[in-house]
């Protein structure tokens, strides 16, 4: 059964379960509210979650025919390490964990054995990671549950890597509220980007340390690599890169088989 929407809040209960029944793909968007710099809004990683796993849904299913439904995206994560930054709000790791396991688990009892999990913050992959194995090792019924591995993942790594050969490096470490976030609000929702705030951070460090760290340890204002190299047309870039990433990555999913 093909959707009439891939969004999973748009339908009555009734046919969520005919859509189940039909084997389709659960994309679970996993994303977090926290400071990303004083140039961008705390909930460019909810964003980034949500964009991420209906652009991609979109792809797998108009491209490559997969029945697909998006989740409604979790707006809080883990993010302690930006509690000094005002507008942070995060989960403890033991209550995200069972949060993460208690929604997957709701999907699974509705009869979903496929589900694609996106997460917006590399912070919650520890959470996201054990989450799943808890829902795995306890399912009644054989479920396969995979999480995107973001910058990591082989197909968007090799496609980013081409299509920024020639973009300059921005000089420093670019882990969080740096060039590519801000490119990538800047192409979505530019009127929220505070452009005369995008500055290059004074960092504390050369690289990302060995031991875990606090944000404002490494950076006063929050941010960090060049944001204010930040670019438009990088950001449709990305965006579009990612859509076919995440979209294969869904097509992957749903062509691995389920024991009986």
């Known amino acids: 059964m093909k959707p009439k ?4 809040g748009e339908h009555p209960w009734d046919e969520i379960k005919q ?8 994309v679970a968007p996993f994303g977090s509210t926290e400071q990303h710099g004083p140039m961008l809004p705390v909930d460019t990683d909810i964003r980034i979650a949500e964009k991420s796993a209906v652009d991609g849904a979109t792809v797998a299913a108009e491209k490559h025919g997969v029945p697909v439904l998006v989740a409604p995206t979790m707006p809080f994560g883990l993010a302690p390490h930006h509690m000094k930054f005002a507008g942070t709000i995060t989960l403890q790791p033991e209550t995200y964990v069972t949060l993460v396991a208690e929604v997957l688990s709701c999907i699974v009892q509705h009869g979903f054995r496929r589900i694609a999990v996106i997460s917006g913050h590399g912070g919650n992959m520890p959470g996201l990671q054990l989450g799943i194995k808890k829902v795995v090792c306890q399912s009644a019924n054989p479920v396969r549950i995979a999480l995107y591995q973001g910058w990591q993942d082989a197909e968007f790594a090799r496609r ?12 420093q470490i670019g882990i969080h509220a740096a060039r590519s976030e801000t490119s990538g ?4 929702r530019p009127h929220l980007v505070r452009k005369e705030k995008a500055v290059k951070p004074t960092l504390k460090v050369e690289k990302v340390p060995e031991w ?9 204002t929050g941010a960090f690599g060049d944001p204010s190299m930040a670019d438009a047309d990088l950001g449709r870039t990305q965006w579009e890169i990612k859509a076919e990433a995440v979209g294969l990555f869904i097509k992957r999913l749903w062509e691995t088989d389920l024991p009986d």
């Not at 609000?185 to 979505?188: I, R």
């Open 5 to 8: 929407s891939i969004h999973w």
């Open 19 to 26: 859509i189940a029944e039909s084997g389709a793909v659960v």
């Open 160 to 171: 980013r890597r081409e299509a920024f050969k020639d973009v300059p490096s921005e000089g």
């Open 185 to 188: 609000t800047l192409a979505d």
């Open 212 to 220: 875990s760290w606090l944000t404002d340890e490494l950076s006063e």
